[in-house]
C-alpha cells in the first residue's frame, strides 16, 4: 500500500504538501519513507546530495540535562536488552552519546559514554588481540596519570626533613606504573634504621621477594653515602633504598647529608607492577 497526500484523505492529525508517494507499505509489513521498494522494516531513503536517510530523535523542550531520545533493542521477554541514547551534556547545545548492555540476569548498564568534548569513557576496559571473547586478561581496564609526594622515611623512625624538591610524576597503564622522582633536602634531623622513600602512587604486587620492574637513578648526589640501588619488593608502597650492589647493603638514615643548604639531590626512574 502506498500512502500519498494523506492528510487530504482525511485522516485528522497528519498531514503534508508531497505530490507523490510519502509512505510504502509493503505487504511484508516493511515501511519506506523516500523509496517504494524498502528492503527492511524501516527504511529511510534519501539522495546523497541531501545527506542520505535521516531519522530524527529529539526533546521537545530546552535542557542542560536528561535523555534527548533512546533507540532499544530487544525481544518479546525483555524489550531493553541494549540502547543507545542521546543525553544533554551540561548544556543545551552539547550533546553525549551512552551506550547500555544487559548482562545475564542483571539489569541494563551503562558501558560506555561519548562526552561532548570527544573522551570516550569504557569503565570496564577494552578487550585487545583475542577476538571478541572478553578475556580478562587481554583487557586494559586502567589507564591514569597524576602526581604523588615521595618521602624519606626510616624503618627504625622516620627523619624530620625539610625539602627543596619533592615531586613525584606517574602513569598507569593497566597494572603497570612508571614513575619519575626528584627530591632535594633543605634540612635532614632524626630518624633511624634502613632508608626508605615512601609515598608510592600503589603498592607492588605481592610476591614475596619478587620485584617487578626497575627503578634506576640518573641522578644522585651530595649525599653523605650515594645510594646505589632503589628497589620496591613485593606488596610494598615505598623504595628499599641500598648503598652497595655487591654486599646487599641497605642505606641508612645516616646515609642523608643533615648539614642546612640544598643536598641529597635524587632523580629516579622506572616502573613496577601494581597489585
Known sequence: MALTKIGKEGITGISNASDATA???????????????????????????????????????????????ILHFGNSTDSSQASIGGLSDGSTSAGALLFKTEANGGAIEERMRIHSGGVVSIPNGVELGSALDATAANTLDDYEEGTFTPTFLGAGGNPSVGYGNQLGIYTKIGRMVSIEIRITTTSVSGGSGNLRI?????????????????????????????PETFIIFGDQNYIDVYTNDSGNTSAQVSALKTASGTHNYTTISGFYRAA
Request: net charge negative.
Open 23 to 69: 509512505i510504502t507499505i509493503t505487504s511484508g509489513e516493511n515501511v519506506g519513507i523516500g523509496t517504494s521498494s524498502p528492503s527492511r522494516h524501516l527504511t529511510v531513503q534519501n539522495t546523497l546530495a541531501n545527506g542520505g536517510g535521516v531519522i530524527g530523535l529529539t526533546s521537545s523542550d530546552s535542557s542542560t540535562s536528561g535523555s534527548l531520545g
Open 198 to 226: 615512601g609515598g608510592l602512587p600503589f603498592s607492588q604486587v605481592d610476591g614475596g621477594s619478587q620485584v617487578s620492574g626497575g627503578l634506576y637513578k640518573t641522578f644522585v648526589f651530595d649525599w653523605n653515602t650515594d
